[in-house]
């Protein structure tokens, strides 16, 4: 209950996604003096939830996209015609009307076209905020990782055999990672463990890694866990990693 009650007060107060994992992350790897992992949302399969446009002066503009997985992307841009509110705001009605729901793919293309349904006279600013939100639309589309604690390992040194730089070396590849969590196998409660000998072809010959999934809004699974010696507590870290990882998907889920 005390677990419960220090994860939600430290995870209940963030405002955005990236704030939302980095605290993650930080809580993880203090509740488990481990170093922990969350994967961003994938967002190949995330939609189109709401498009901003924001006028900061006369002819600069902050275009804001928000997907439904809680990602959000802002671009500054300077275009060459003065914009007044009222057509920006019309501006942001269509963007919305044509965007909202989409994938990513179906959006970048609706927005190669958005371009045509206005007159010459507005084609060249049109323009350049639609190239500035396909730009944002295909950005992250890569997975990626957070990370916390990684002073963790050096702490913990001696349970390993050698240097620990290889294994500090290892978690810095965010790609060989990414593919370790592909490749382990969950439990039927959607729980994976992978120790020692099974991870050495990622370079964590001597490590144990703990994974499970997290859902958001959009119903995306993405997943989060710890990297340690394999001496370490493990039913409390599979504890805390179930914890950390149900109450990211509620908060993720209220969106």
Known sequence: AAQRAAIETFLGSSADLDQVLGRTVRLLSQLTHQVALVQYPS??????????LVRLASSRVMTVLITDTGRVEQRLLDVSDELDEGFLSQLGSRLNATLG??????????????????????????????S??????LAHRHDRLVMAGTANLVRTEEDFSGSI????????????????????????NGFSVSIGKENASFGLGETSVLTTGYATSGGEVSRLGVIGPT????????????????YLSRLLGED
């Open 43 to 52: 967002l190949s399969r995330s939609r189109i939830q709401h498009v901003e």
């Open 165 to 188: 730089y290889p294994v500090l070396e290892a978690i810095e590849e965010q790609v060989t990672l990414l593919r370790l969590f592909g490749e382990m196998e969950p439990d039927q």
């Open 132 to 137: 500035a939100l396909i730009e944002q639309v």
């Open 101 to 130: 729901g989409l994938g990513l793919a179906e959006a970048a293309e609706k927005l190669s076209l958005f371009t045509d349904q206005f007159p010459a006279s507005q084609t060249a600013a049109v323009g350049r905020i639609a």
């Open 231 to 246: 001496r370490m507590d493990y039913s409390n870290n599979i504890a805390a990693v179930r914890a950390v990882a149900r």
